[in-house]
């Protein structure tokens, strides 16, 4: 079974930092792009950015909201990817999904930042 | 304001026929593969509809997608209560005025009466 599980969210201070971990399995994880997409309370799809496989060179993309403070990577020997979140503001509040390629989901950690 | 628009809401009485709409421009649609996502309540988004009509496995013939020109529409027929959820539209993106790469809709509230 294709299975993604997100964990590290939690309750941090504006300004601080956390690094949310994606682990899959039930697929060969080297070969997808993997995203990272949230949703603040209330609200819609937000698109956080990507990292592309190792064949198509693991490069990233961003959303504007995050770029520069936010970072991707990648470790496909644990099939892990990572969310490494720096400078948080209280409107990055959200749950966090991490995706297949916008394909399989998982179930979302929820992260708040708030003094 | 996203970039793909959506109604925020649509009804119909169970067994009825429903259809979505999402709008958008050449940039995204009009040149890109959409997708459709159900998000039953208090759950995590599924993939409906990918490559504009294509189900992944699972899917009900029940839903179906359709793209034209910089539109695309998500189709429900044989509508029951357990397809009440919020449905969300999403594609690449090539503008820079985007925000980002991938774009989602703003999400349609679908309640069966």
């Known amino acids: 079974e294709v299975q993604l599980v997100e964990s590290g969210g939690g309750l941090v201070q504006p300004g601080r930092s956390l690094r949310l971990s994606c682990t899959a399995s039930?697929?060969?994880?080297?070969?997808?792009?993997m995203s990272w997409v949230r949703q603040a309370p209330g609200k819609g799809l937000e698109w956080v950015g990507f990292?592309?496989?190792?064949?198509?060179?693991?490069?990233?993309e961003y959303a504007a909201s995050v770029k520069g403070r936010f970072t991707i990577s990648r470790d496909d020997s644990k099939s892990i990817a990572y969310l490494q979140m720096n400078s948080l503001k209280t409107e990055d509040t959200a749950v966090y999904y991490c995706?297949?390629?916008?394909?399989?989901w998982g179930q979302g950690t929820t992260v708040t930042v708030s003094s | 304001q996203s970039v793909l628009t959506q109604p925020p809401s649509v009804s119909a009485a169970p067994g009825q026929k429903v259809t979505i709409s999402c709008s958008g421009s050449?940039?995204?649609?009009?040149?890109?593969?959409v997708s459709w996502y159900q998000q039953l309540p208090g759950t995590a988004p599924k993939l409906l509809i990918y490559?504009?009509?294509k189900r992944p496995s699972g899917i009900p013939d029940r839903f179906s997608g359709s793209k034209s020109g910089t539109s695309a529409t998500l189709g429900i027929t044989g509508l029951q209560t357990g397809d009440e959820a919020d449905y969300y539209c999403?594609?690449?993106?090539?503008?820079?005025?985007?925000?980002?790469?991938?774009?989602f809709g703003g999400g349609t509230k679908l309640t069966v009466l």
């Open positions: 990292i592309r496989s190792k064949a198509y060179g693991g490069t990233t």
């Open positions: 490559d504009n009509n």
């Open positions: 050449s940039s995204n649609i009009g040149n890109n593969y």
């Open positions: 039930g697929f060969t994880f080297g070969d997808y792009a």
């Open positions: 999403g594609t690449w993106d090539s503008s820079l005025s985007a925000g980002s790469p991938w774009v």
């Open positions: 995706t297949r390629s916008q394909d399989v």
